[in-house]
């Protein structure tokens, strides 16, 4: 915590941030030709868990708040697991368009594009009647609220036409950024999708590689958000998108681990005045893994999330990759066991077999510790 990447002068996080930044701040004015979108990149990572979920509609069963999901620091305060924590208090401080920009923390699985604690950019806008269809130049003739019914398309309160004027300006906003990052020849495309607090929702991909690569997840922000944070006549959208995502692919960084890096032969890549100079990052060495696996029996309450996190903090950013092999239960005691291979790479100089089979070795003896785990 507290290292604050994204503000670090020439790093890749930083450089990418300024670019979404100038755009927003080039295309996006306020009726006094001042940048329309406050930004905040300070804000505490620690927030309470009714800012994390309560706020923004999560429902009290929703898997995402299992202690096997993020970090609890007690029942009452967690590491923010997205920036959409800061959306209903910034709104209830009156603020209409808005960036956050911070660290966001998540246990998930240890490999090339998934570390504990990643970035991410929050963008969300409300809009008047007027503003919403300023365009007509008459407004009269256009309905903004109802007390409809929900469908695919809208939320009980939306008119159909609000619903699709919203989602319109929200696209084209998202797209036009998506060119102005990675050119007009970029392939994108919008998936449905579905977050408690925003209705309806989409996620946008981009092609990288032959493949689709999800990079942003948004959507009509849920009125109900809105009429608790005093905002009832407005209607708005939002987004938030992964920084290392977009970074990983506009500057073709392999490992997200690097973004971690202190090695000047990563950092000095970044080193640019103008955050639109085009860079393509050249890996300053290729060091050969080393590749140990385990095999253990487990307790019944064990978590996959429980063994990643002791992997990372025994292992740091040695450990390139971690998977599950092999998942086994024995056919007449149903005692369960699971194999993991894990690869031991580092990425800036060479790795003895012994240095990380000592590593393994620790590994094992904190699962078997805190863990319970039982080596076969
Ligand atoms: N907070 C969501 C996530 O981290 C992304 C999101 C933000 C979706 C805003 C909709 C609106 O996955």
Redesign the pocket.
């Known amino acids: 915590m507290g290292k604050n990447l994204h503000c670090k002068h020439n790093h890749p996080l930083n450089l990418i941030t300024r670019r979404i930044e100038n755009y927003f701040n080039n295309n996006y004015r306020n009726n006094w030709r001042a940048p329309m979108f406050s930004k905040f990149d300070r804000i505490s990572p620690v927030v309470t868990l009714t800012q994390n979920f309560d706020s ?1 509609l999560v429902p009290s069963d929703h898997p995402s708040r299992a202690l096997s999901e993020s970090y609890y620091l007690n029942s009452e305060y967690m590491l923010r ?4 924590a800061h ?1 209903s208090d910034l709104i209830k401080q009156g603020l209409d368009a808005f960036l956050v920009l911070g660290d ?1 923390y998540r246990r998930d699985t240890v490999d090339a594009s998934h570390y504990p604690v990643f970035h ?1 950019m ?3 806008r409300l809009f008047s009647k007027q503003e919403l269809f300023s365009h007509l130049g008459d407004t009269s003739r256009v309905t903004f609220f109802e007390n409809g019914s929900r469908d695919a398309t809208k939320q009980e309160r939306h008119t159909i036409e609000t619903s699709l004027c919203l989602e319109e300006n929200l696209k084209n906003t998202l797209r036009n950024l998506a060119n102005n990052l990675f050119g007009d020849d970029v392939e994108m495309q919008w998936v449905d ?1 579905y ?1 408690p ?2 209705h309806p ?1 989409w996620e946008l991909e981009i092609k990288y590689q032959g493949e689709w690569l999800e990079v ?4 009509i ?1 849920e009125q109900e958000i809105l009429s608790s944070a005093g905002a009832d006549s407005r209607v708005g ?6 920084l290392e995502r977009l970074a990983m692919r506009l500057y073709s960084i392999p490992d997200i681990r690097l973004f971690w890096s202190e090695d000047s032969r990563f950092l000095d890549q970044f080193n640019v005045e103008d955050p639109n100079t085009k860079i393509t990052y050249k890996p300053f060495s290729k060091q050969s893994p080393v590749i140990n696996d385990v095999s253990f029996w487990v307790p019944d309450d064990f978590s996959e999330n429980d063994f990643y996190d002791i992997v990372r903090n025994i292992g740091g950013d040695i450990v390139e990759n971690v998977e599950l092999f092999d998942n086994f239960v024995h056919p007449k005691t149903k005692r369960k066991s699971k194999a993991y291979r894990i690869t031991y790479r580092h990425m800036e100089r060479s790795l003895t077999k012994r240095e990380a089979n000592e590593i393994h070795s620790g590994i094992v003896a904190a699962g078997v510790q805190q863990l319970g785990i039982q080596e076969r």
């Not at 942003?216 to 959507?219: F, K």
């Open positions: 923004l697991a997205h920036t959409s959306q966001v991410q929050e963008g969300v999708a977050f607090f925003t929702s942003l997840g948004c959507g922000v959208w939002a987004f938030g998108l992964g």
